[in-house]
């Protein structure tokens, strides 16, 4: 079992088609889990994906639910003591929330985000790194 908490570019890539990444969320060794604000983002963002994605709206909604059922969404409140480290180590502000919670969870962080490797307090599986683990 490998525990992560989730950044919203690779849910967003979940959502957008079918794709490896869509297929490792729903991998049942995978638990993951996300930060509250990761919400907001899928609603900031809904009519962008759906513009680039080939699914229907219908479609495209229950990709959502199903993901909201695989996904563990912690509200700020349970990780907010870790922001303060978060925030020293993150190479981007925009990464804090994230590193936090991992922090929180004692779990790795998945992102695309190579600058977040630069940091070494959580570990940090891009989509390739998590296919790789996956074969072992």
Partial sequence: MISLVIDANVLFSALIKNSLTAEIISEESIIPSAPEFVIEEF???????LKKTSRTREEFIQIMHMLKDIITVVPKEEYSKFIGEAEKVSPDEKDVMYLALALKLKCALWSNDKRLKQQDRVKVYSTEDLKNELKK
Avoid: A
Wanted: cysteine-free.
């Fill in 43 to 49: 609603l900031k963002y809904e009519d962008l994906m």
